[in-house]
């Protein structure tokens, strides 16, 4: 009975690498250090497979299946191509080889999560570090629209408020946490300091953050649900730690205000390092996301939400964007590879997908394979095939072959090298 | 397929081949002594220049930090769209070119060999993936050991033993090829936000000095006899006055031996912006003349330009303190980006202008290093691409170094500083053809240990460039015809395949990645893999398991064997 030390765990942006896993007859029945999310799919992993190659719903064999693909796109004047984060770096790189050859758009979903924080850093910049460099060093945390104890559930042990490092030996002790939410969310039991902040209101309490480190009075009683006197002093917490860090996620990124609060942030935090060190960290959601926003930049120099209908490629978020796209009814075939854009897309960007000729990869049934016209099972990444994956902070780790797909089923990689073959033929 | 290139002049400088019109063969993929002509492709080169490919020994063209440059820099992009072509994928190019696009353009300028010089350890992988997305060229990166952890505790310790254990170590892990080190504890200070400030100077929570990691590194490399020397940014990088840095640098190594068969110990990078006198920006001067006084009377020293370029660039470094500095001096888009127990890095981009009078004295420095330094065999061409300038720029560097007429027409048009605060219009030497190949191909080859590279010899791999230019009948008036032969080769071959016609590429080979295995002692290995052990546990946030790169990273792939303890 095989058990696997030091697994990956592809469920989220904190890839925990620790994880041992036991596996009998090609089933997983047992995990070790995986939290609860980590685990319950890890076991679940069997369920909801998709059996077969379908189009329109009915089995069909592999070559017939990709050639429909195939010819879907090459027919095709506006083809889509989406998803790319719950998978691994090798199949992200073939999407976008398709995309050129097709001239299609290709995008993923950092679009509809952390696309704001992209937007600022390429306006700004950024002060980040990787999380071993939080666990070692940081004495002052600050979450900010972020739930680890929800979302990435072993990011305090690991990595950041309870973790014990080099010159933080005493783990939690060591540190003061701070978390800003709009509502209490269960942070708040984790942390010395829990800010509620009026909806809406987060970017103008970071710019009262940093009007006063920049040493600027507050002549108002409050600041966004803020007391005066709260903010001076976390003010001067800031400025007066060793080493601070802020990760975000989605209430600062797809709240009011978007990529101008991050552009707020990154300022306080450049501000900041003028006094102490401090860093800036997303929170990143889909376990690759990263990846595909490294792995685009480096083939096309843009990250996410790019156009190569011109031969080259083209960026620019807003208008090659897949909810975009899709939304204006102008994408005309698209395909799907590791993600759900039709259970979480807005809904006229769904209903689009349904109007067109989809074709989704995916190892899993879900509401995208349920509208697609073509359906390819492939094999999980980090379960039934290796790769490459980048970790939140941008650390590249290999994923893990476990146990062997179902017959017949390919990586996603290898489907999409079919693909492409037949595109070319 | 086998080649003959017939008819040309060869500059071969390894075989002291001068200019001399002689054929080149090439069978399955090495130069060989002759062909018959019946069994071969013939390729006329008369009246053109041949010469071993290009050889760039310091180019950051692959992982997080220029990946971070091309996140920070759409606008950067957009003056460069590169489209597809029949064999070739689609990109960007101008300062933080798209992988595909910066392979194509070196092998366009005749370039086969590119390293990249600052890897992170922990980005290892990220490396060989964007190098394994840079086709044509023959690669290899250097990772970063300044401020590891590892080095500044065995240096601390004083345990050279342990020092080189962790060195092989971390070669194999990160499939590396020279030991890399940058603003050495400089890094590491900058994560409390702090700097050191010259060779003596104490790193923030080691109790060693820059002096102690310099020398120890150089020591180690030496002994266990790796095939490049320590490759080093140094100190104050960036910082008026600094030359004196650079100076005690080089005398720091003057006593460590090299490794035998070879003089030298030292290698500094991209010097230009380390060669600053005067004691703030409005007293700058060039530094470069006592720098080069004193490379003529040393041996132990190697060095590189750093050469800039007047346009819109992006600059990264392993120096997090220096691009916050230059964040501050410009006001410009700032990334820093540490990474733990090792390394760190910052983006910043930059423009220099002519009529800026630091940026007219830099321009001059770069090139009265290479003019100042007789000889060419210790003095590399790089703009530290994309520091002092994108490596597209090149053929413009040949040309003000062929040139001092290229010199003096860019000098007319800049800031009065070039004229007034350096030596260069005082300078009448002119590179000829040799003196280029030297400095582009067969020195940058021999300083790296790269015996297969850099010359044309029987056993060299079978690289080539043809530059459409006539040396017989060329002169230093006549620069801009030299920019654009070297701009666009005629023919490049990498591995005996024709890979550029007419500075088209027309096939896309994926070159092989070098790297250096270093047997370790066993029980050296087992005192080391204890402390590492300990140390990941502790303080890393990966495996130490899943720490080294795997053979699937590094598809086509040289291993240099090197015996590090007798
Ligand atoms: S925190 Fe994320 S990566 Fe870690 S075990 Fe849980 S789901 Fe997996
Ligand atoms: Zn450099």
Redesign the interface.
Known sequence: MPVY??V?CPFCGCLC??LEITVEDNRIVKVRNGCAISTSKFLHHHENRVENPLIDGKPVALEEAVKEAAEILKSARRPLIYGLSSTE?GAI?KAI?LA??IGGVVDNTASVCHGPT?LA?????????????V???ADLIIYWGCNPLEAHIRHLT??SAMA????TSGGRKDRYVVAVDVRETRMKRVADLFLKVNPGGDYELLSALRAVVRGYGLDVDEVSGVPRDVILELAERMKKS??GAIFFGLGLTQSEGRHMNIEAAIGLV?DL?H???F?LIPMRGHYNVAGA???T???????YAVD?S??????NPGEYTAVDLLARGEADAALIIASDPAAHLPYKAARRLAEIPTIVLDPKRSMTSMISRVVIPTAAAGIEA?G?A?RMD?????LKKLMEPPEGVLPDAEVLSLIIEEVMR | MNLIIKGGYVYDPINKVNGEKMDIYIKDGKIVEELPEHKAKVIDASGMVVMPGGVDLHSHI?G?KI?LG?????ED?RKD????TRVT????GYS?????IAGYRYAQMGYTTVMEPAMPP?????VH??LN?TPIVDKSAYPLFGNN?FVLKYVREGDLEMLKAFIAWLMRATRGYAIKIVNPGGVES????KNVDGLDDTVE?FDVTPRQIITSLARANEELGLPHTIHLHCNNLGVPGNYQTTLETMRAVEDVKPKEGRENTLHIVHCQFNALAGDSWATLRSGAPEIAKYVNSHRHVTLDLGQVIFTDTTTMTGDGPWQ?RL?NLTGN?????????EA?AG??PYTFRKKNPVNAIQWAIGLELALLIYDPWRVYMTTDHPNGGPFTFYPKVIAWLMSRKARTDTMLEIHRAAMRKTTLADIYREYDFYEIAITTRAAPAKVLGLGEKGHLGPGADGDVAIYDINPTEWRPSMYREVEKAFSRAKYTIKGGEIVVVDGEVVSTPLGKTYWVDVEIPEDLEGELMKDLEEGFR??????L??YPV?D?YLPVQRRVEVVGWR
């Open positions: 030390r030091s990956v690498d620790d770096c790189a080889e050129e050859l992209i850093l390429q306006t700004l910049g950024e002060s980040k570090c990787t999380l071993g460099t666990r070692n060093r690991r990595y014990r490092g080099l010159y060793r080493f450049a390092n006094h102490t060190k860093v926003n490294t792995v930049t480096w083939q096309t120099g843009y990250p190569f011109r031969g080259y490629p083209r960026y290796e490459t980048y941008g650390i590249p780790i290999r | 692959a997080s990946n091309r996140l920070l820099r759409p992009h769209p590169v489209p597809r994928r689609a990109g960007v933080c070119p798209s992988t595909y922990l980005g290892a992988r990220h993936e964007e997305d952890y900058w994560k409390w936000g929570g916050f964040y888009k700032w990334v820093n980006s540490d990474v733990e127990m760190g983006v910043v502790n303080y890393y946030t990966i495996s398991s899943n795997e699937a």
